[in-house]
C-alpha cells in the first residue's frame, strides 16, 4: 500500500481532469544521451515561452470576441470556426527527461547567499558548472546516472489543480508510484519537499518549479545510479543532516536506464491527471536543432 503524501496534500487535492482535447494526450519527450545542461534549460523555455505566447493570444480573442458581443455585434460562422480553430491549437502537455551533464543549479535563494562564489569554486573543482535559476529551492544537483523531468503545462486546463496539488500530488506522488509499482519501494514526503526512502533520510528524489501565469516549467530529479560523491559532498536543499541515496543503492539487483525511468514517471503522470494518451517522443532533432541555433548565435556575435 502507498503511503499517503501528507495530511495537508490528501485532504485538499481531488481528482484532476483536462478541460481541454489537447490536455487528454501528454507529449513525452526524451533526449538520449548526455545533455548539456545548458541546451536543455534552453529548450525547456523556448517550449514555456510558446505556452505563455499562445495563452496570451487566446486571451485577446476571448476578449476582443466578448467586446463585440457587448457592442450588439456577431461574429459570422465562418470567423467563429477560425477563431476554434485557432484556439484548439493549444499546446500539449509536455515532459522532457534527461540525463545531464555534471551541473549543480541553484534556485531563487541562492542569489543572496554570501558563500555563492566561494560554492561555485568547489563546484568546478569536482567538475560540475554551477547554473542559476528561476526555480524555488536552494542547490542541487543534475548528472550522470539522474533522471531530470521537467513538466509543463497549463495548470488552469484541469480541474482543482492547484500549484499546490501539482507538487505533492502530481509531481512527488508520480515518483513515489513509480518507485512503488515498479521497484517494490515504499517512499515518503515530509515537510522538506522531495521523496525519501527513510521518514526523514534518504532522499532519492529532489522537486523544484516555477509558475508563471499557471504555466508550470522544471520538476523532479530522481537518482537512478549517479557518483553519490556529487550529492553527499555538500549539503543539497538547504537541508544539513541528511543524505541522498538511489535507486541503485536501494535495489541493487535491478538495472534501471534513465529512459526507462522516464517512461515510467510519464506514465504514473498520465494517470495522476487522468490524461489518456502519453506519446513518447525523440528528442534528439530538438536537440541538434539548439545546437544550431547556439552556432548561428556564435558566428553573429564573431
Known sequence: MLPRISTRASSTCTKFHPLNENYKRLRHIHFP???????????????????????????????????????????SDYENKFLNQVLSMKPFPTILTFEFDNVYTGG????????????????????????????????????????????????????????KCFVDAVLLRGVQNMLQKNYG?????NENPGVWMAPNDKKIASVGCN???????????????????????????????????????????????????????AKEVAKLLNITTIEHMNGQDLLEGETENQAAKEDHAA
Open 185 to 189: 519501494l515504499q517512499s515518503y514526503v
Open 211 to 265: 509558475i508563471q501565469r499557471a504555466i508550470t516549467s522544471y520538476g523532479v530529479g530522481v537518482n537512478i545510479d549517479p557518483d553519490m560523491k556529487f550529492l553527499n559532498t555538500y549539503t543539497m536543499c538547504g537541508l544539513p543532516g541528511t543524505r541522498a541515496t538511489s535507486l541503485k543503492e536501494m535495489r541493487p539487483d535491478v538495472r534501471v536506464s534513465v529512459k526507462e525511468a522516464g517512461d515510467l514517471f
Open 33 to 75: 544521451g548526455i545533455t548539456p545542461f545548458a541546451k536543455g534549460e534552453a529548450i525547456q523555455q523556448k517550449m514555456v515561452a510558446a505556452n505563455l505566447d499562445f495563452k496570451k493570444m487566446e486571451a485577446k480573442i476571448r476578449k476582443q470576441s466578448k467586446d463585440l458581443m457587448n457592442q450588439g455585434f456577431a461574429l
Open 108 to 163: 531563487k535563494q541562492m542569489k543572496q547567499n554570501p558563500q555563492l562564489a566561494q560554492n561555485i569554486k568547489e563546484y568546478e573543482a569536482l567538475g560540475c558548472q554551477y547554473h542559476q535559476l528561476e526555480r524555488g529551492g536552494q542547490v542541487t544537483w543534475h548528472g550522470n546516472g539522474q533522471l531530470t523531468a521537467y513538466l509543463i503545462l497549463d495548470l488552469k486546463q484541469f480541474t482543482h489543480l492547484t500549484v
